[in-house]
C-alpha cells in the first residue's frame, strides 16, 4: 500500500497531524525515531489508521497519547522491540487494556511497570482479567498480578466465572 506522506521527523509529523482530514493510515511513520509528545493534551478524535503505522524503528514514545482524551485505538499491532522510553505514554488517557497489557509486559523499568499495573487496576477489573488469562505467551509474566487480582477483587471475579 502506497501512504501519501512520508514523514522521518517529528515536526513534520506534527504538522500533518495538525489537520484532521489526512487519515492517519495515509502517513508512513516507518522512519521515524522520535514519537514523544506526538498527541499529548490532543483534541483530535478521529485516530483511524494509527494502528497501521509502522513504528518498529520507534525508540522514544514518551507521553505520546498523554490526556488524549478520545484515544482508544488497539496498538497490538505495533512492532515496540526498540523502544526505550515510554514514561506516561498513556497518562489520563487511555482504557485500551490488550495495549497497555503488551506495554506492561515489554517495560523493564520496575517503577512505570508499577505504573502500568495501577491503569490495568483501574480499568474494568473484569476485561482486565479475561485479557491477563487469554494472553498465553506471557501467562508467566502476568501470574503475579493475576493473583494480587484474585485476591483484591475476588468477589467480582467469582461473580465473572459463575456468568460464563
Not at 90 to 102: E, Q, R
Request: with cysteine; proline share 0%; hydrophobic share 35%.
Amino acid at each position: 500500500m502506497n501512504k501519501k506522506y512520508i514523514v522521518k521527523y517529528k515536526y513534520a509529523l506534527l504538522d500533518l497531524l495538525k489537520d484532521e482530514n489526512i487519515n492517519l493510515s495515509d502517513i508512513d511513520t516507518s522512519n521515524m525515531i522520535d514519537m514523544s509528545y506526538l498527541f499529548q493534551d490532543s483534541k483530535r478524535k478521529n485516530f483511524d489508521g494509527i494502528e497501521t503505522w509502522n513504528v518498529s524503528n520507534v525508540t522514544d514514545m514518551k507521553c505520546m497519547f498523554n490526556n488524549a482524551l478520545y484515544f482508544d485505538k488497539d496498538l497490538t499491532s505495533w512492532n515496540i522491540e526498540k523502544l526505550k522510553e515510554f514514561e506516561e505514554i498513556f497518562d489520563d488517557s487511555f482504557k485500551h487494556v490488550k495495549t497497555i497489557l503488551m506495554f506492561y509486559n515489554a517495560c523493564k523499568d520496575r517503577k512505570y511497570r508499577k505504573k502500568l499495573q495501577i491503569m490495568l487496576e483501574c480499568l474494568d477489573i473484569k476485561e482486565v482479567y479475561t485479557e491477563l488469562n487469554n494472553d498465553k505467551i506471557n501467562y508467566k509474566k502476568n501470574k503475579e498480578f493475576i493473583k494480587k487480582l484474585e485476591n483484591v477483587y475476588y468477589d467480582e471475579l467469582e461473580e465473572l466465572i459463575k456468568n460464563k
